[in-house]
């Protein structure tokens, strides 16, 4: 079989797999948030968590209660890393240093899952599950969260601009959601061969004849939620490459898939939530508002994993013509195939898994998942966050191109006025801003030198490289991805406290932003579509939203991406 025919079989088999999803699965999350059922499992946790599920909140409530579970969980996971050691299943760990429990904290919590550590030799077999995995439940959960209230702000009319209930929003996504999905996708992984045990690890000896100890984890449970939440961190430090994690193309495969099902599905999701389950029209015109964004999210993620295709086939050296292609850094059960789609896959989204070494792609390649990165993750995003992330561009494309023909900017009959623009215009400018100054700052400190792989006098190829990395790992934390171009060591306080702040930063500042957005849509009245307002379904509208999604990352990193991948790419 050629390169070019198991790339397009992987490629088909995915999308024809997202394509018969869509529709259940997207149905049934609308209907898990519009129910006003709760389960009895559910119920008892209100009653516990003196929780009145029938008190909907304002974005200023709602907002707060973000915020207040998000600082909770950072304590509460920077407190069990610190005295793991002491606790059961510590398999002889110590506690985890303050300044990477931090970071791993803020990185958890954020949906970030930047690691700046060996998993294997740094976190128990007490601390993966009960602090790690319980945040990649959670953190993922609130994106959806997020994303569904501004979907209730484009719905509702509401004169207090009451948007729902987090806490029953939080509920509902990480039980019904994310708890069942994750759990099936679990039970194929181990069918596959990938491991669960509490067992510290076991000794094995090398083909050199020294004696090797492996280690073990609870990986399956861990590895389907890492993937379904789009949050990354593995539970070994090779990630998705390593055998127990992803043993074979097929694992491969479905691990794509739990990347990718819930930010596709949630575009039908919308599509369902905004139209009027009474009128059949309005059920199609909402359909068609949320094929729209699946389509813009399609034309970016398939226009780079092309690129990415293209770059990692070709043979650019010695050791790639005698591989017959960019072979350095990349598993040989998945190939140039596997791991290109898992690469674009997992940079479009905010997950940050890796099934290969990044540090090692072509300039081309590299370049590709950065500006993945860049174009603010939403080909097609991480759960929640891709979503809310192109609904704010639709809004800014929607008073663009209203500008630009002189028709009435209004999106789903809600009128874009000066506040609601202003607060999607700042939402947008948070993670260029912290990309930027954030690279800038480091890339000036003389002491952050030395922790760069590859460095030289400047304009040589390895300093060029070192740029890339260190702009790589400030978008990575920035858009809360978690990837890295593994040439550049992270451990230094500087990187920790720096890139920790981009996460915060990078998170909690649009969700704000957002959820402000979403309780000034849901204070408006709707207005009926007229003949000024600009269509916002069909092919016009998917190439304004795409120009406009390419056009601002161009505008904004273009010359970054000058410094670092283009002028490595043309060495």
């Not at 992987?10 to 018969?20: E, I, K, R, S, W």
């Not at 904290?105 to 060996?118: E, G, L, R």
């Not at 800038?440 to 460095?455: D, P």
Request: charged residues 10%.
């Amino acid at each position: 079989m050629t390169p070019a025919l198991a790339a397009g079989l992987q490629v088909v088999f995915v999308l024809a797999v997202l394509a018969v999803a869509y529709v259940p699965v997207g149905d049934y999350m609308a209907r898990v948030y519009e129910s006003r059922r709760h389960l009895r499992v559910e119920s008892v946790l209100y009653r516990l968590c003196r929780i009145n599920p029938h008190t909907e909140q304002t974005w200023y409530g709602y907002a707060g209660s973000v915020l207040g579970f998000s600082a909770a969980s950072v304590l509460f996971l920077y407190a069990l890393q610190r005295i793991q050691g002491v606790l059961p299943l510590s398999g002889d760990l110590s506690g985890v240093s303050p300044a990477v429990a931090f970071n791993t904290a803020v990185s958890f919590v954020t949906n970030t899952n930047w690691q700046s550590y060996a998993p294997e030799t740094t976190m128990s077999n007490l601390t993966q599950p009960v602090g790690l995995a319980v945040q990649n439940f959670v953190s993922a959960a609130v994106g959806m969260a997020v994303a569904v209230a501004l979907i209730r702000g484009f719905v509702r009319v509401s004169r207090g601009g009451e948007i729902g209930n987090f806490w029953v929003d939080l509920t509902r996504g990480s039980l019904r959601i994310l708890l069942p999905f994750s759990f099936v996708i679990a039970l194929i992984l181990l069918s596959q061969g990938v491991i669960q045990s509490f067992h510290p690890g076991f000794a094995s000896t090398g083909l050199d004849g020294s004696s090797v100890t492996n280690a073990l984890a609870p990986v399956a449970s861990q590895e389907a939620i890492k993937e379904l939440g789009t949050n990354g961190g593995g539970i070994l430090a090779a990630n998705s490459a390593h055998p127990f994690e992803n043993p074979t193309p097929v694992s491969n495969i479905v691990e794509i898939l739990a990347i990718l099902l819930i930010p596709v599905a949630l575009t039908r999701t919308f599509g369902t939530m905004v139209g009027d389950p009474h009128d059949r029209a309005s059920m199609v015109s909402g359909h068609r508002q949320g094929l729209t964004l699946l389509a813009v999210m399609g034309i970016l993620w398939g226009s780079l994993l092309a690129v990415t295709l293209a770059a990692e086939s070709g043979r650019r050296g010695v050791a790639a013509t005698a591989a017959g292609a960019m072979m350095e850094g990349k598993e040989v059960r998945f190939g140039i195939p596997g791991t290109a789609l898992f690469a674009v896959s997992t940079t479009g989204t905010s997950t940050g898994a890796v099934n290969s070494a990044h540090d090692s792609l072509s300039p081309l390649g590299g370049g590709a998942v950065l500006l993945n990165m860049l174009l603010g993750e939403i080909a097609p995003g991480g759960v929640g966050t891709g979503l809310y992330g192109i609904l704010v561009l639709a809004l800014i494309a929607v008073f663009v191109g209203g500008l630009l023909v002189g028709r009435t900017p209004e999106y789903l009959g809600k009128k874009l006025r000066q506040r609601e623009i202003t607060l999607a215009a700042l939402s947008v400018l948070v993670m260029p801003a912290l990309v930027l100054i954030g690279t800038g700052i480091t890339v000036i400190l003389s002491s952050t030198t030395g922790y760069q792989g590859n460095s030289g006098d400047p304009g040589s190829p390895g300093s060029i490289h070192g740029f890339s990395e260190v702009l790589y790992a400030f978008a990575s934390a920035s858009n809360n991805n978690g990837s890295a171009f593994g040439g550049l060591t992270v451990t230094s306080d500087w990187f920790q406290t720096a890139l920790g702040l981009c996460m915060l930063f990078g998170r909690f500042l649009p969700i704000i932003f957002v959820l402000a957005l979403a309780g000034s849509l849901a204070s408006q009245k709707k207005t009926a579509a007229g003949a000024g307002t600009l269509p916002t379904a069909g092919p016009m509208f998917t190439g304004l939203l795409t120009g406009t999604v390419v056009l601002v990352a161009a505008l904004t990193f273009f010359p970054a991406l000058a410094l670092g991948p283009i002028a490595e790419a043309l060495q």
